[in-house]
């Protein structure tokens, strides 16, 4: 299919999921109020928004209530304080829990889906993880649980172990099967390559390819469009581009593009001002000199957001040289 | 030619041009101090870059000293002040500025090359100026200059002008061939449509495609090296992409991505934390939210411009409501 201008049309099955209480609580040990998540679930309902992923499901002996918020953890009397009996069918909003390989107990904090609010887990891996993460998908959909699964940090990984990871997971019953460019580190031609590579290595199974960029190099946004462009139907975005670092693709750009009518911008800008403007004075995140540099080196941001806490967050000569001859 | 990974190789003829003081002019009425732009011009002897867009050769008529800083006018008096004879050939640089059609008293602002420090002149205007825009690049090329043209607002341009103008430039001794996003508003598949359509134009002529994109959308940076993938031999950035509104494609995440090794991104970052960081807390320039919203709404930024510098630059849903409502 050979079209003029594609961007003018959109794919129905396209899907937004919204990280903003998942991605946004690595920033802030998941700290937000019950107001705040609450606040970001009605505006996902209102914006027509398909996916909220509400925070992780780790291990509250890894990540205790002392020193986390309860999006880190999401029990599910913390769900249900915030969402109530939230129901899927009425609110076109299904509700989402990241639960890292190496990280979560889920053999006992996966409820069975009738038991809880929650209509889907992603599970998240590193290239080392993915035994684990096929028992963890497995066992999710034995629970009841639509599932995805999100290979990390494929900027570092070798191709041949890529198409290896995505022939075990062809073989799950994931629906999904996310792009995840941890490292922000990815530029236009890469995606292509990966985006081709995950769609020819799904062909047949019904699996989604998914995109979630980091904009580290601000091309969160580009990168998530570029995706979508080549048939990802899966997008991830926050709302102010919240999240680790530099951040993910922000949903106002995000939803600005789509031209999907179910999707409506205004309640994302009233979620923008009424919330992430008094956010930005508690906490940092979104690009900056530091991240450019970690994403074109293609290393982890760690060291950038040390930097950025640390004595000379503007000493971006320092951090560079430091880079350069840490390389 | 098919390539596995071009990413990692580069194009020696590609050339890129810093247009701090002359774009960022537009924010702070071109009053920058010596200090500052001689600043800009060593960081872009060091950095390897190709031209430095020094300001605009505007009407001393229409932008009075008593309003505007030197860098609108660019006198000879005025320049020498701060390059000195700068020589092109010694340092690398070619020092440029751009005429405005319509703004420019170009028959007496442009004198003989020989008498001046500038190398190059570019011309910019609107699609009902061409003519005009003709006879400046006619006479800057008898003058003894490089020239170049950069058609403004192409996004509300219909494609049989566009198609029109680059008939008529592909007659002219202009070097270069622009294509400029002013209003921010174009996507990657708009994009590739442009560059092929430019260079189609363009072939055998001689003359490069040139990109300088603007900052609405968060795609300046994006939609600049999609537009070098393609073929594009002239790409524009500046420091911390200042610029009028959202700004331009930023110089430090285009250096970050080119791969000739003659490019180098320490001396940009030296000006960064030295001058940049300061400006930042006198003036605004970047992407947020009501620049987002005029470039989805392919609008030129003014309105959020004045938004921006109103009694509410952070009512996303005002501005929203206001821009819907005025369409």
Same mark, same amino acid.
């Given at each position: 299919?050979?079209?003029?201008?594609?961007?003018?049309?959109?794919?129905?099955e396209?899907?937004?999921?919204?990280?903003? +209480?998942?991605?946004?609580?690595?920033?802030?040990?998941?700290?937000?109020?019950?107001e705040?998540v609450?606040?970001?679930? *009605?505006?996902?309902?209102?914006?027509?928004?398909?996916?909220?992923?509400?925070?992780?499901?780790?291990?509250?002996?890894?990540?205790?209530?002392?020193? !986390?918020?309860?999006?880190?953890?999401?029990?599910?009397?913390?769900?249900?304080?915030?969402?109530?009996?939230?129901?899927?069918?009425?609110?076109?909003?299904?509700?989402?829990?990241?639960?890292?390989?190496g990280?979560? *107990?889920?053999?006992?904090?996966?409820?069975?889906a009738?038991?809880?609010?929650?209509?889907?887990?992603?599970?998240?891996c590193?290239?080392?993880?993915?035994p684990?993460?096929?028992?963890?998908?497995?066992?999710?959909?034995?629970?009841?649980?639509?599932?995805?699964?999100?290979?990390?940090?494929?900027?570092?990984?070798?191709?041949?172990?890529?198409?290896?990871?995505?022939?075990?997971?062809?073989?799950?019953?994931?629906?999904t099967v996310?792009?995840?460019d941890?490292?922000?580190?990815?530029?236009?031609?890469?995606?292509?390559?990966?985006?081709?590579?995950?769609?020819?290595?799904?062909?047949?199974?019904?699996?989604?390819?998914?995109?979630?960029?980091?904009?580290?190099?601000?091309?969160?946004?580009?990168?998530?469009i570029?995706?979508?462009?080549?048939?990802?139907?899966?997008?991830?975005?926050?709302?102010?581009?919240?999240?680790?670092?530099?951040?993910?693709?922000?949903?106002?750009?995000?939803?600005?593009?789509?031209?999907?009518?179910?999707?409506?911008?205004?309640?994302?800008?009233?979620? =923008?001002?009424?919330?992430? =403007?008094?956010?930005?004075?508690?906490?940092?995140?979104?690009?900056?000199?530091?991240?450019?540099?970690?994403?074109?080196?293609?290393?982890?941001?760690?060291?950038?957001?040390?930097?950025?806490?640390?004595?000379?967050?503007?000493? !971006?000569?320092?951090?560079?040289?430091?880079? +350069?001859? *840490?390389?």
């Amino acid at each position: 299919m050979t079209e003029k201008a594609p961007w003018v049309t959109f794919r129905p099955e396209l899907k937004v999921l919204d990280c903003t +209480v998942r991605d946004g609580g690595l920033v802030n040990n998941s700290k937000f109020s019950d107001e705040f998540v609450r606040a970001v679930y *009605d505006s996902c309902v209102q914006a027509g928004i398909d996916y909220m992923e509400i925070g992780y499901l780790n291990s509250p002996r890894l990540f205790p209530a002392s020193d !986390y918020g309860p999006w880190r953890r999401c029990d599910e009397e913390d769900l249900r304080r915030v969402v109530g009996d939230h129901d899927s069918a009425a609110t076109g909003l299904k509700l989402a829990v990241m639960a890292d390989a190496g990280k979560s *107990d889920w053999k006992t904090q996966i409820l069975p889906a009738s038991e809880s609010v929650l209509d889907v887990v992603r599970v998240a891996c590193y290239v080392h993880q993915i035994p684990e993460a096929v028992d963890m998908i497995q066992f999710a959909h034995e629970q009841g649980y639509e599932t995805a699964v999100n290979l990390m940090a494929i900027s570092i990984v070798q191709e041949i172990e890529i198409e290896q990871a995505l022939e075990v997971f062809a073989t799950t019953p994931a629906s999904t099967v996310n792009i995840v460019d941890s490292f922000g580190a990815l530029y236009r031609e890469q995606v292509d390559h990966l985006v081709k590579m995950y769609m020819a290595a799904l062909e047949g199974t019904g699996k989604h390819v998914g995109i979630h960029a980091h904009n580290n190099q601000q091309l969160a946004y580009a990168n998530t469009i570029e995706a979508i462009i080549l048939g990802a139907n899966r997008a991830d975005a926050s709302m102010a581009g919240i999240g680790r670092g530099a951040g993910n693709c922000a949903m106002e750009l995000l939803l600005g593009f789509l031209r999907n009518p179910k999707f409506k911008l205004r309640p994302v800008l009233q979620l =923008l001002q009424d919330h992430m =403007l008094q956010l930005r004075e508690e906490i940092e995140w979104g690009p900056s000199v530091p991240y450019n540099i970690t994403g074109q080196f293609n290393r982890h941001p760690r060291e950038a957001i040390q930097f950025r806490a640390g004595e000379t967050p503007d000493d !971006y000569v320092k951090f560079y040289d430091q880079t +350069v001859s *840490d390389i």
